[in-house]
């Protein structure tokens, strides 16, 4: 068996962020098509076929592809300036199993297929799970054609440019019909495993979450030569939409709200901007409190612009309800991996997607750190190893 930690080792170099720090690599940016052209490689290495579907996922398939499949991978995209296990390891990890199974001279008996989902982080294009949703159809094409990256390039523009053909996206019954069932290696964006002194765990729920953008806007004008009392500045509301947000987290159980992104335009120093968008991540454990979450801060965003004299306007860019993994699946795969523990998780992944269509489980690996979405994220080579025995083991156990 290569590794994971050897396979990680490989790509180390592919969209290191200088300035960020970390891993900057999204879909179809360079750094994510020499991951997508290595994967290939790899996987060919192995005896895969690779094919690529509607959507942009890449698969590869241990014999014919067919229906019914055992499916293992993630993504091979990053936040900004993000961790290198975050996606990569569970494509690695799948990998990894591959050739443990080899080794031992398995056969498997359904197709088994390795899948590399497309833009899971939303880092370029601001949906996340882009390639599982539109694999599920749980995002219009035409919404997500349309979507634009920071520069204005369009979705269908980066994939005419990557050489797929964007007129083709959207739910996809065929591909669908292949899964037969879904497991999901990740590393661990918590602390659970460290304080329960195990390396390896199962899933049992991610909580609600969704995106949204709050365009305030204003009049820009001169930093020095406008009074105070006649400035409309987009700012002031946005700042304090930024405090309001997490205030709102704290009073609903267990709720989260991030602004991590926040653009003001045109953005100079001397200008009071016309624009700023704030970007809100808002999740909690119930569909409702994330849900109220957002109505308040909403409610707030607008008393708050028009004190200003602003505008605002919101519009939601994603949300996915609370997923519980199948109960049965997860606790069928905590005993057949000597009863890993099972733990929820605040993140989210391509295997929340597909648990509304598929039996779908997730494995997660210790991270020492507890830090992801930064370049601290990490994981220990022994623990990845460990990672792919157990998945291997889920595969050979899910193929009868
Ligand atoms: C993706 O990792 C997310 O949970 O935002
Ligand atoms: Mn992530
Ligand atoms: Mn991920
Ligand atoms: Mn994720």
């Not at 900004?80 to 199993?97: K, Q, R």
């Not at 979507?147 to 369009?154: E, H, I």
């Amino acid at each position: 068996m290569v590794s994971p930690g050897a396979l990680l080792a490989a790509i180390d170099g592919v969209g290191a962020d200088r300035r960020r720090g970390g891993f900057s690599r999204h879909v179809f940016d360079d750094a994510e098509r020499q991951l997508r052209e290595w994967f290939v490689e790899q996987a060919e290495r192995r005896g895969l076929q690779v094919t690529t579907d509607r959507n942009a996922n890449i698969w590869a398939w241990w014999g014919e592809p067919g229906d019914d499949a055992v499916v293992t991978g993630s993504h091979l995209d990053s936040v900004p300036g993000g961790g290198a296990f975050d996606g990569p390891l569970g494509v690695v990890s799948a990998l990894s199993a591959v050739d443990l199974l080899q080794e031992r001279g398995f056969r498997p008996r359904r197709p088994l297929a390795v899948v590399v989902f497309a833009e899971e982080e939303g880092g370029r294009f601001g949906v996340p799970c882009l390639g599982s949703r539109l694999l599920a159809g749980t995002i219009d094409a035409d919404r997500a054609r349309a979507l634009r990256d920071p520069s204005g390039v369009t979705f269908a523009e980066a994939m005419s440019a990557a050489g797929a053909d964007p007129s083709r996206v959207g739910r996809d019954e065929e591909a669908l019909r292949r899964i037969g069932q879904f497991v999901e290696l990740h590393v661990e964006q918590g602390r659970g495993l460290i304080d329960l002194d195990r390396p390896v765990a199962v899933a049992s729920s991610i909580l609600s979450h969704g995106r949204w953008r709050f365009r305030f806007s204003g009049q820009g004008n001169h930093a020095g030569a406008t009074l105070l009392a006649d400035r409309r500045d987009p700012m002031l509301p946005a700042a304090e939409l930024v405090v309001a947000a997490r205030r709102a987290a704290g009073s609903v159980a267990d709720g989260r709200a991030t602004v991590g992104r926040l653009v003001p335009t045109p953005g100079g120093t001397n200008v009071i901007a016309s624009t700023v968008d704030v970007w809100l991540d808002a999740r909690s454990p119930q569909d409702a409190d994330t849900r109220s979450m957002v109505a308040d801060l909403t409610g707030a965003a607008r008393e708050l612009a028009a004190a200003e004299g602003c505008e605002v306007e919101v519009v939601e860019e994603s949300y996915g309800d609370t997923v519980h993994f199948d109960p049965a699946f997860r606790d069928r795969l905590s005993g057949l991996l000597d009863g890993a523990p099972v733990l929820a998780t605040g993140a989210g992944h391509d295997a929340g997607i597909l648990a509304a269509e598929v039996p779908t489980a997730m494995l997660f690996v210790r991270n020492p750190t507890g830090i992801s979405h930064a370049p601290e994220e990490h994981a220990e080579d022994d623990d990845c190893t460990e990672g792919a025995h157990a998945l291997a083991r889920v595969l050979e156990h899910l193929d009868h």
